[in-house]
């Protein structure tokens, strides 16, 4: 079998690859959201991909992502922008009026941030905490023995309402029970959101229950260097 070679034949044969962990799981079909990562790609290239009825797309960085949603927005109707990279104090401004859902609550100060300009903004993004789920160093995150508590400083001292979890599991190792311990980690906070599985992976998260995968290469391709 050849390999799809346009995004729109790509997004096709990642949808069919999710339909079919989503049967294997015993769960409704379209019970996961497919999030397009967008993030390096050009609205000329992203558009192919909208045209084939992809509307929930993740961005890492506030200012590419301001540089070409906008325009896109207004084109396509129903368009949910994810935030999945690292958020600076001084971009939550711009994230909150710009994105749809936040998956990258990872600190006190980000949280603080958020909480103050949905307050001003008057605009309630959902939002997810990053859990650094393998405890690796150089990622963001916050640790999964102290998300309990993160999560209860958000809900309880900020006022935050917490949608789910988010993470990125070590590219070494099996992510099976990376999984499984946010899922953990969810339930017993009574989140309903897990933003787990990527393009190599994504298959892998849906029986651990994950509500959100994240799917760029396998969709666009090649990234170009950023």
Not at 52 to 75: I, S, T
Not at 129 to 136: A, D, L
Not at 140 to 152: M, N
Request: proline letters at 8%.
């Amino acid at each position: 079998m050849t390999e799809p070679d346009t995004a729109p034949a790509r997004l096709a044969y990642v949808r069919a690859a999710l339909a079919k962990a989503e049967r294997a799981a015993g769960r409704p079909a379209g019970d996961v959201t497919l999030v397009a990562v967008s993030k390096t790609f050009d609205a000329d290239e992203i558009a192919p991909v909208l045209d084939a009825g992809q509307r929930a797309f993740g961005e890492n960085r506030v200012q590419e992502a301001k540089a070409k949603w906008p325009g896109l927005k207004e084109r396509y109707d129903g368009v949910e922008l994810h935030l999945i990279g690292p958020l600076q104090s001084n971009k939550a401004a711009e994230a909150v009026a710009l994105f749809d859902v936040i998956e990258s609550v990872d600190r006190p100060k980000i949280a603080e941030a958020l909480a103050k300009e949905m307050a001003a903004q008057g605009r309630s993004p959902r939002l997810f905490v990053q859990v650094n789920i393998g405890s690796e160093p150089q990622k963001a995150g916050v640790a999964p023995e102290e998300a309990d508590a993160f999560l209860a400083r958000c809900r309880d001292d900020l006022g935050l309402t917490i949608e789910g979890l988010m993470c990125i599991p070590p590219a070494d190792e099996p992510p099976a029970p990376f999984f499984a311990l946010l899922d953990r980690i969810a339930a017993r906070n009574g989140l309903a959101g897990r933003s787990m599985g990527m393009s190599a992976d994504f298959a892998d998260a849906v029986p651990f229950g994950a509500t959100h995968v994240r799917v760029g290469s396998a969709i666009f391709g090649t990234r170009p260097k950023a």
